[in-house]
Nanobody
Framework: QLQLVESGGDLVQPGGSLRLSCAAS????????IGWFRQAPGKEREGVSC????????RYADSEKGRFTISRDNAKNTVFLQMNSLKPEDTAIYYC????????????????????WGRGAQVTVSS
């Protein structure tokens, strides 16, 4: 059974850092683009970052550029999201999602482009 499991969510002070992990089981991530999305209370789920199936191409939402870094370790079947300089407005449930894509294709940042989703990890940024 294909599963994605997020981990690494926590309560952190403003300016702090967290690293989220998205581990896959039941399939290998090699041929899948991975996206990170987040959903704050009362808001729609929005794209944060994504990485192509090749790992060469990445994308970030404007508010995350320079603060977040996405990476993948196919040997560990895991994708990471390093989040630095966290702000209270980063508070949300963070989800990873996977979609099979060609190696040369750019990863999508729209939620409807992904079929497989994890259950999410809570990130709270507060003093």
């Amino acid at each position: 059974q294909l599963q994605l499991v997020e981990s690494g969510g926590d309560l952190v002070q403003p300016g702090g850092s967290l690293r989220l992990s998205c581990a896959a089981s039941g399939f290998t991530l090699d041929n899948y683009a991975i996206g990170w999305f987040r959903q704050a209370p009362g808001k729609e789920r929005e794209g944060v970052s994504c990485i192509s199936s090749s790992g060469v191409r990445t994308r970030y939402a404007d508010s995350e550029k320079g603060r977040f870094t996405i990476s993948r370790d196919n040997a560990k079947n895991t994708v990471f999201l390093q989040m630095n300089s966290l702000k209270p407005e980063d508070t949300a449930i963070y989800y990873c999602a996977a979609e099979r894509t060609p190696l040369q294709a750019m990863c999508p940042m729209t939620r409807t482009s992904y079929h497989y989703w994890g259950r999410g990890a809570q990130v709270t940024v507060s003093s």
